[in-house]
């Protein structure tokens, strides 16, 4: 079944970057799309930006300064990676699969959380 | 950028009841507005997606309806197990924008 499964840390500290990782299973990233979004009590739900099957990449223009999306087809990873996080940057990170044939997403990531904090 | 303005915040409904969000769009979206079903401790699940369409799996009593800027999502006969927190998404243009939220509990 389709699984999308994050790996990270949950401590940053202020000015140092977030990676985290995101393996899927039960489908191909040649074929789906993987977005990023991110949760936070203060702005609720925030998309950050996707990497379409094709490996090209859109961004939210309020990130694109300190944000990159990359992925490796062959073992089924995507790489996420902000620059630069200060204190309202603290939330849960998703990844989540684009559906087939719209833009939404249509399966979650467990989810990131993450702090940032000295 | 399209925005998405979502109500109510929060919604206090009895078992049985017909529930009613609403989603409002700044810009023409044609039908391409999606709705997630969030309870604690757990990521979004789709119920919804474009075209107002009922994802496989998701029990009937779940709809919605709307076109262009103004989207209603319904739950007919709530359910105790309806309790949980729903967001609207606007996937028609980038960068994809959600709702604020409504916080659903049982009255």
């Known amino acids: 079944q389709v699984q999308l499964k994050q790996s990270g840390p949950g401590l940053v500290q202020p000015s140092q970057s977030l990676s985290i990782t995101c393996t899927v299973s039960?489908?191909?990233?040649?074929?789906?799309?993987v977005h990023w979004v991110r949760q936070s009590p203060g702005k609720g739900l925030e998309w950050l930006g996707v990497?379409?099957?094709?490996?090209?990449?859109d961004y939210n223009a309020a990130f694109i300064s300190r944000l990159s999306i990359s992925k490796d087809n062959s073992k089924s990873q995507v790489f996420f990676k902000m620059n630069s996080l200060q204190a309202n940057d603290t939330a849960i990170y998703y990844c989540?699969?684009?559906?087939?044939?719209?833009?939404?997403?249509?399966?979650w990531g467990q989810g990131t959380s993450v702090t940032v904090s000295s | 950028e399209t925005t998405v303005t979502q109500s109510p915040a929060s919604l206090s409904m009895a078992i049985g009841e017909k529930v009613t969000i609403r989603c409002i769009t700044s810009?023409?979206?044609?039908?391409?507005m999606n709705w997630y079903q969030q309870k604690p401790g757990e990521p979004p699940k789709l119920l919804i997606s474009?075209?107002?369409t009922l994802r496989p799996g998701v029990p009937s009593r779940f709809s919605s309806s709307g076109y262009g800027t103004d989207f209603v999502f319904t739950i007919e006969n709530m359910l105790s197990e309806d309790v949980a927190d729903y967001y609207c998404?606007?996937?028609?243009?980038?960068?994809?924008?959600f709702g604020g939220g409504t916080k659903l509990e049982i009255k």
């Open positions: 989540a699969r684009r559906a087939y044939d719209y833009d939404a997403m249509d399966y």
């Open positions: 039960g489908f191909s990233l040649t074929s789906y799309g």
């Open positions: 990497i379409w099957s094709g490996g090209s990449t």
């Open positions: 810009t023409d979206i044609d039908d391409d």
């Open positions: 474009e075209g107002n």
């Open positions: 998404l606007q996937s028609d243009n980038l960068p994809l924008t």
